[in-house]
């Protein structure tokens, strides 16, 4: 079955850096679009970002947009986001998810927590 | 930047039926779809492309589209359905998705 494992979460320093990955398993990862997702806490969802299936496309949305990158590993079936200068309003749980052959986020994976914090 | 907009609650009696809408500019270009999430847990999918459902989902759950308006329809609510409720879509571009701020249902 579909397993998404995301980890690399944890306390940071605004400014500062941090890269989380997602293992994915149970399926053709390099056939599939990716996504992150982002919950603050007690908050509703945040779309994040999206990658495409090879890597060749990739879209932000605008509170990270210049901050975060997305990247994949087809070799490694694993999905990163790299994020810079976080912020504190970056504190959130992060899930990556995955996009469904009939469309929409079909698989999630169970979120890593992270939290900007001096 | 593109907003989707869905009311903070809604209230129900078991038995009966909930309606949860969502509202956006492109809504009549683009998909919609619905998702699910109990306290503590990650999200559901349970309406995809406006109206379908995935496999596993049960039959009360309905989708459907007007115009700039998508909504989610619970039939014969249960208490296990009580949970927080996000319509998500995209732009007209198709480029930044985009999740509305979410509706609360609590089953009386």
């Known amino acids: 079955q579909v397993q998404l494992v995301e980890s690399g979460g944890g306390v940071v320093q605004p400014g500062r850096s941090l890269r989380l990955s997602c293992a994915a398993s149970g399926f053709t990862f390099s056939s599939y679009g990716m996504h992150w997702v982002r919950q603050a806490p007690g908050k509703g969802l945040e779309w994040v970002a999206v990658?495409?299936?090879?890597?060749?496309?990739?879209y932000y949305a605008d509170s990270v947009k210049g901050r975060f990158t997305i990247s994949r590993d087809n070799s490694k079936n694993t999905l990163y986001l790299q994020m810079n200068s976080l912020r504190a309003e970056d504190t959130a749980v992060y899930y990556c998810?995955?996009?469904?052959?009939?469309?929409?986020?079909?698989?999630w994976g169970q979120g890593t927590l992270v939290t900007v914090s001096s | 930047s593109y907003e989707l907009t869905q009311p903070p609650s809604v209230s129900v009696s078991p038995g009966q039926t909930a309606r949860i809408t969502c509202s956006g500019d492109a809504l009549p270009k683009q998909y919609a779809y619905w998702y699910q999430q109990k306290p503590g847990q990650a999200p559901v999918l349970v309406i995809y492309?406006?109206?379908e459902r995935p496999s596993g989902i049960p039959e009360r759950f309905s989708g459907s589209s007007s115009g700039t308006t998508v909504t989610l329809t619970i039939s014969g609510v249960q208490a296990e359905d009580e949970a927080d409720y996000y319509c998500q879509s995209a732009d007209s571009s198709g480029t930044c998705w985009v999740f509305g701020g979410g509706t609360k249902l609590t089953v009386l």
């Open positions: 998810a995955k996009v469904g052959t009939l469309g929409g986020l079909i698989n």
């Open positions: 492309k406006d109206s």
């Open positions: 990658i495409s299936y090879d890597g060749s496309n990739k």
